[in-house]
């Protein structure tokens, strides 16, 4: 069974950059550009270790996303890292509380991102 990690960001670039970081580190990677498409996503992809996500996106943000994930029993321990500009206390604070893992700020380096992953999925 690989490592799948879910990429949720509304910019294409920044997936794209995340799931390079994270292919080249040997996890397998899905997609998703909101948080009902992560949704979407995760009902299909049943072995799903981590999910990387934005807080800041259309039709589903990334608090919304947070709640639904662990609403879910096969999901309610399954890390969550915010990968976001947002650098408010308050916005940290409700994602805590909503259940996030982690906290990583943009623009990031591919070794804190690495780092990060490794401790929430080891």
């Known amino acids: 069974m690989s490592n799948v990690v ?7 670039s920044i ?3 995340v799931s390079k ?9 899905v ?14 992809a049943s072995n799903v270790q981590l999910v ?7 039709v ?4 919304e996303l947070i709640q639904a994930i662990r609403q879910k029993a096969e999901h309610k321990f399954t890390p969550v890292v915010f990968l976001t500009t947002e650098t408010e206390e308050k916005k940290k604070e409700q994602a805590k ?12 380096h591919p070794e804190k991102v690495m780092t990060v ?3 929430v999925v080891a």
């Open 6 to 12: 879910l990429v949720v960001d509304d910019s294409r």
């Open 15 to 17: 997936r794209m950059l």
């Open 21 to 29: 970081v994270l292919k080249q580190a040997g996890f397998e990677v």
């Open 31 to 44: 997609e998703a550009e909101n948080g009902k498409d992560a949704l979407a996503k995760l009902a299909q």
């Open 52 to 58: 990387i996500t934005d807080l800041n996106m259309p």
């Open 60 to 63: 589903m943000d990334g608090l």
């Open 97 to 108: 509380s909503a259940g996030a893992t982690g906290w990583i700020i943009k623009p990031f």
């Open 117 to 119: 992953i490794r401790r």
